[in-house]
């Protein structure tokens, strides 16, 4: 079953609105989740590491008072797109690093957000 | 900085039949991890193979392998007796010390029946 959950799964919102995307690992802690951005046929580019407790740290270009991130349990880290734009609109994945049941402690992927700014 | 580089965007294959997935990258760790994620229309991300760059035997899962030669950085992914389920993209990635992955671009991968 999914290890890690994304909420909503798609959103559609109207330019100069804020849309907090919801990442959270189930049944294992996650010190560090990532969140990356994809556009369509394309790679997933990482924007920024987010860390509990402490500020995320963001790629380079990926503007910081846009793109709010919190980490604010072992479980939950949340990516904030502020004041969107159409050019916002993509396909954001989170992932947390962790160790999941049986498995290996590796990088968990979220099932994706679809953001469509109007 | 470490790059990993896909050079076939795309890759068709026969059901049934075996197709390879190129992938090359740089890294100046000693210690790192290589990964093939697979990347269905759903686009949810799964993770196909992980290889620890300290371990010579090539990782194996199932009909997935993969020939990973360290020193010409080359991790290349072999699908055996494929099925019109592997079609996806497939990502080659690297993740160094400080558990950041880093992606290359992308095979898409095509079984015909």
């Known amino acids: 079953g999914a290890v890690v959950s994304q909420h909503p799964s798609r959103v559609i919102c109207k330019s100069g609105t804020s849309v907090k995307i919801e990442c959270r690992s189930l049944d294992f802690q996650a010190t560090t989740m990532f969140w990356y951005r994809q556009f369509p046929k394309k790679s997933l580019m990482l924007m920024a590491t987010?860390?509990?407790?402490?500020?995320?740290?963001?790629e380079q270009g990926v503007e910081k008072d846009k793109f709010l991130i919190n980490h604010a349990s072992l479980t939950l880290s949340t990516l904030t797109v502020t004041s969107a734009h159409p050019e916002d609109s993509s396909f954001y994945i989170c992932s947390a690093h962790g160790l999941a049941g049986a498995g290996e402690e590796t990088q968990y992927f979220g099932p994706g957000t679809r953001l469509l700014v109007l | 900085a470490q790059t990993v580089t896909q050079s076939q965007p795309e890759m068709s294959v026969q059901e049934a039949e075996t197709v390879t997935l190129s992938c090359t990258y740089d890294t100046s760790e000693s210690d790192y991890y290589l990964f093939w994620y697979k990347q269905p229309p759903s686009r949810q991300m799964i993770l196909v193979i992980r290889q620890e760059a300290y371990k010579q035997q090539n990782a194996t899962e199932n009909r997935f392998s993969v020939n990973f030669q360290k020193a010409a950085k080359s991790f290349s992914l072999k699908i055996s007796d494929s099925q019109l389920g592997d079609a996806a993209m497939y990502f080659c990635a690297l993740q160094g010390g400080s558990e950041k992955l880093v992606f290359g671009k992308g095979t898409k991968l095509t079984v015909n029946p």
């Open positions: 987010s860390n509990e407790g402490s500020k995320a740290t963001y």
